[in-house]
């Protein structure tokens, strides 16, 4: 499984950007997709999951209203839409993937996971 992020970039505070996550093969077998950050010094944290089948994403506290998951399974790719970016957002973002379907509260936690892209840089200038 190969997973490739990309969008990063450096935008001011109140700005947007839009991350993307290429997945290898086909993106709709891929029972539970999520995005992570770690900002340096801190340990990685779950940012928004998706599960298959579920009700709907899953977002940390800290980016509900301002951010988005979504999935395009037929073009193998997952993204993540951030508006209303603040400095506290600044970090390395990551996408992961596995195959099955997990609960709810396991989608935030990095250990569920063992596919993972390479990080994509974000910084928001104050």
């Known amino acids: 499984v190969q997973l490739q992020a990309s969008g990063g970039g450096v935008v001011q505070a109140g700005g947007s950007l839009r991350l993307s996550c290429a997945v290898s093969?086909?993106?709709?077998?891929?029972?539970?997709v999520a995005w992570f950050r770690q900002a340096p010094g801190k340990e990685r944290e779950g940012v928004s999951c998706?599960?298959?089948?579920?009700?709907?994403?899953t977002y940390a506290d800290s980016v509900k209203g301002r951010f988005t998951i979504s999935r395009d399974n037929a073009k193998n790719t997952m993204y993540l839409q951030m508006n209303s970016l603040t400095p506290e957002d600044t970090a390395v973002y990551y996408c992961?993937?596995?195959?099955?379907?997990?609960?709810?509260?396991?989608?935030?936690?990095?250990?569920?996971?063992?596919?993972w892209g390479q990080g994509t840089q974000v910084t928001v200038s104050s």
């Open positions: 992961a993937t596995r195959f099955n379907r997990i609960l709810r509260y396991m989608c935030l936690d990095p250990s569920s996971y063992y596919s």
């Open positions: 093969g086909s993106a709709s077998d891929y029972g539970t």
């Open positions: 998706i599960i298959s089948g579920s009700a709907g994403p």
